[in-house]
C-alpha cells in the first residue's frame, strides 16, 4: 500500500500495514520523506518510485527504512531477458 501524507499513513497502518512505501518517493524527494518521519517515528517508511544511486542515499538519510530500486538500476531490457 502507498501513501504520501499522515492521513494516508494512518489509514495504511489502521489496515494493519507493517511498513508503507511513500509513493512515487523520488516525485517528493528526501525533504519530503523527514517531514513524514517527525510525525510518524516508529513507522517504517519504503522509498519507491524512480530510486537511483544519487536519490537512495538522500531517502535514507531522511528516514525511509529501505529504497526499492527498479528500472532506474537494472534496465528493463535486462529484467525482460530474465538476467
Given at each position: 500500500m502507498?501513501?504520501s ?9 489502521d ?19 523527514r ?14 518510485g524512480?530510486?537511483?544511486?544519487d536519490?537512495?542515499t538522500g531517502?535514507?538519510?531522511a528516514?525511509?527504512r ?12 535486462v529484467g525482460a531477458?530474465g538476467?
Amino acid at each position: 500500500m502507498g501513501a504520501s501524507t499522515p492521513t494516508e499513513i494512518g489509514t495504511a497502518l489502521d489496515l494493519r500495514a507493517d511498513a508503507v512505501k511513500i509513493f512515487p518517493a523520488s516525485a517528493f524527494g528526501p525533504r519530503h520523506l523527514r517531514a513524514l518521519a517527525i510525525p510518524c517515528p516508529d513507522v517504517p517508511l519504503i522509498a519507491p518510485g524512480g530510486m537511483d544511486t544519487d536519490n537512495a542515499t538522500g531517502s535514507l538519510a531522511a528516514g525511509a527504512r529501505a529504497v526499492c530500486a527498479g528500472s532506474q538500476v537494472v534496465q528493463p531490457a535486462v529484467g525482460a531477458a530474465g538476467d
